[in-house]
């Protein structure tokens, strides 16, 4: 069932109820009753009559009858431990000066470095004397080359 609003009180209009009127320059007005329809005629502004919907709603009558908006909860921020670090390592870090912290970052920067140094050179290490004991002389073979072919190999 499909209502419309009454375009001078704004109440519902039901279906089979109401007017329409349709002024010369063909905009169309839905009226709920001759009452609505003679303020309308007589270009009377509805926020200034009390009955009206809009005049309610202007002066906030009857707003005890409507639903108030229930208030939403402020959202409060919690602090988890994360899976690598308890909670004390994480507010003792985020309470660090910003000095303090990059050179934390630049001890543990140079520490991967070290160690992949360490392991670079034990791998090298190992591939050397691996080397050293399988080093046969090696004979190099000459490849043979294919006949140059004519054309580019594109078809035509």
């Known amino acids: 069932m499909k209502t419309e609003v009454c375009q001078f009180t704004g109440f519902k209009i039901y279906p089979g109820h109401g007017k329409r009127y349709v002024r010369a320059d063909n ?3 839905t009226l709920i009753n001759g009452k609505a329809e003679a303020n309308f005629l007589m270009r ?5 009559i ?18 108030a908006k229930k208030k ?12 690598g670090a308890s909670l004390e ?3 003792q870090k985020r309470a660090e000066k910003p000095e303090q912290r990059a050179a934390s970052r630049e001890a543990a920067l140079k520490e991967v470095k070290d160690r992949k140094k360490a392991k670079a050179a034990a791998t090298k ?6 080397a050293k004991t399988t080093s046969a002389p090696k004979q190099t073979k000459q490849a043979k080359q294919a006949p ?5 190999g594109q078809k035509r």
Not at 50 to 62: E, P
Not at 72 to 83: E, L, N, S
């Open 27 to 29: 905009k169309a007005f």
């Open 44 to 48: 009377r502004n509805p926020r200034e």
């Open 50 to 67: 009390r009955w009206t919907q809009i005049y309610r709603r202007l002066h906030r009558k009857g707003a005890s009858e409507e639903v």
């Open 72 to 83: 939403t909860r402020k959202v409060q921020k919690m602090q988890r431990a994360i899976v």
């Open 89 to 91: 390592v994480i507010k």
């Open 125 to 130: 290490k190992t591939t050397s004397s691996a």
């Open 148 to 152: 140059a072919k004519k054309g580019t």
